[in-house]
């Protein structure tokens, strides 16, 4: 590891200009490329103290053992200088994309004599018009096979074609009408080009013109009684309708736009692209990556516009460019693609009306791919061994955790104070084991004596267990030793308790403070076959009890995403409940204080009477009258409300006028019809 301070250049020897610098390590092998408008003042943010660096950002600089620069004269050079060098170079601490292959697109061959439609990936050729990409090369095949049927366009490789030229017989698809068989010169070269090139303008959405001209070609046949030819139009007209369907409009203007959107945590980003032509998505993308380096959702944008169009020229590079965040250099960037263009180019961020709409579906799926990579992961056998042998590695237990439990605890601002507890077996989660707690034993916001009682909670439920079976008997001190066990909570509802098995690990969600809580708990409880560690949000560390510095997993690790997704669980989990109760107490109304009136019985009351000052005004009879309400609960509602405070008048504060009070104020409660997991 190497200091900082040995390497960093003399003063005023950095130019106060623009360019691209990059570090090596003692190999002189390239671990970082960056740019700058100023290289003098970002360099030197580098060679502050460590302690002030992101931890990405004090990695890389403790690898590297000298850094240079190269001067360019504008932004746009040391953009395009930074991408040059980061394909070059390949840095480690540069977050890189994964390769786009996997994407395929539809292309046509008009650089031959006789173009060709057919599926296409990697580098993209001169001559060649594409569209796309799609996610999947099926989804190019039903397209292609609906439009053949109208564009019978050659789709056979070079030595099928040159065959059925030899032989004198066209291949299936020339018998069946999906090829106009130019290999036996049944269409001359110029008549099969123009296929081919009205097969591109439908695809390129020029479509209503065509449309319009095939249902006037139906209905001339079918006034010249050519009836077979103008079932074959309307055949040819529903095929190319599907085909346009599978493509439905999202921008009623006809734009030709790429939208991107960013789904990230601490440790990964996935980026999800939608490419708009004339309107319709022509097709998506998407990546994940690891973030490597010290970057925030703008610089995750960039580095995708530096990927997806470094090779692109003309009209790959669409009008418009909707991102989630403006990189830092917006403008030295719109110039680079307008460069690539030959046009300018709209780099912004949506902010109202479709396109704004269309930003959330792609950001929903970006969304959506970075679960399902860690899904992915969490879910594979080899992968899930591998996570709890180096979990059981890196914090020295005697085997694989193979039961892990993690606890979360939940509030608004000191306010309806729950936890949760989530179970995991196997690397597996095991929803049917989660639980819920609220925090019973003070009032007010602090998490260290929450993950206390949580936990102690929990664990004496284990004892109480324990000790109904006879496996033990409370003769060590403490709390449990005393016969202090829990009772059964409401969010129980009398359900087997699901408490007799102790995990191999508890995690907290937190550092040193709470895993000092949960482990003195565990104490107190006479526990000492149970581990238990903390992960730190911010850093990703885990923290062990008495320990004054953390263990720090390899970022590649799979522990370290099974511990992650661990945590996740446990705060959503929390969250969700915590958003529950709070929802149910802002919602109360003095009904749901009446002991045996249930929702259905409310909402007959609320329907009934229209709001609850006019159900408090009325009499018992009048209660009564109320289907399934009888005069022992009528009295019991009366009595109840004449009890409770009604809250004081509303006033509008323009005119001074007292607002009267006509809002059926528990309706919301009677009809929250949330259920607790």
Known sequence: MADPSSYRPEPGQIPDSPGVYKFRDEH??????????????????????????????????????????????????????????????????????????????????????????????????????????????WAIRETVDLMLRVFPVRTCSAGVFKRSAQIGRPCLLGYIGKCSAPCVGRVTPEEHRELAEDFCDFMAGRTGTYLTRLEQQMHEAAEEMEYEKAARLRDDIGALRRAMEKNAVVLADATDADLFAVAEDELEAAVQIFHVRGGRVRGQRGWVTDKVEAVDTAGLVEHALQQLYGEEKGEAVPKEVLVPALPEDTPALSQWLAERRGSQVSLRIPQRGDKKALMETVHRNAQQSLALHKTKRAADLTTRSRALEEIAEALDLDGAPLRIECFDISHLQGDDVVASMVVFEDGLARKGEYRRFQIKGFEGQDDVRSMHEVVSRRFRRYLQEKLKTGEWSPESPGPAASGEVEQDTPEDDGRPRRFAYPPQLVVVDGGQPQVAAAKRALEELGIDDVAVCGLAKRLEEVW??????????????????????????????????????????????????????????????????????????????????????????????????????????AVNTATGEIIEDETPASAGAASDRGTEQ
């Not at 590649?556 to 705060?571: M, N, P, T």
């Not at 009351?605 to 009528?634: M, N, W």
Request: aromatic content about 8%.
């Open 544 to 649: 062990l009890p008495g320990e004054d510095d953390p263990v720090v997993l390899p970022r590649s690790s799979e522990g370290l995403y099974l511990l992650q997704r661990v945590r996740d669980e446990a705060h959503r989990f929390a969250i969700q409940y915590q958003r529950n109760k709070r929802g149910k107490r802002l919602k109360a109304g003095p009904l749901d204080e009446v002991p045996g009136l249930g929702e259905s019985r409310r909402l007959a009351l609320i329907k009934h009477f229209g709001s609850v000052k006019k159900l408090r005004q009325a009499t018992i009879d009048q209660i009564c009258e109320v289907p399934g309400i009888g005069r022992k609960t009528a009295e019991t509602v009366a009595v109840a409300l004449a009890q409770a405070v009604p809250a004081g008048p």
């Open 28 to 137: 002189r092998r390239v671990i970082y490329v960056g740019k700058a408008k100023s290289l003098r003042q970002r360099l030197a943010s580098y060679f502050q103290d460590l302690a002030g660096l992101h931890p990405r950002t004090a990695t890389m600089v403790t690898t590297a053992a000298s850094v240079e620069w190269t001067v360019v004269s504008t932004e746009v050079e040391a953009l395009q200088l930074e991408y040059s060098w980061i394909k070059e170079f390949d840095p480690r601490f540069n977050v890189k994309y994964r390769d786009d292959k996997s994407y395929p697109s539809l292309a046509v061959t008009m650089n031959e004599d006789y173009p060709r439609v057919q599926v296409m990936r990697g580098p993209k050729k001169k001559g060649v018009r594409y569209f796309g990409p799609y996610g999947h090369a």
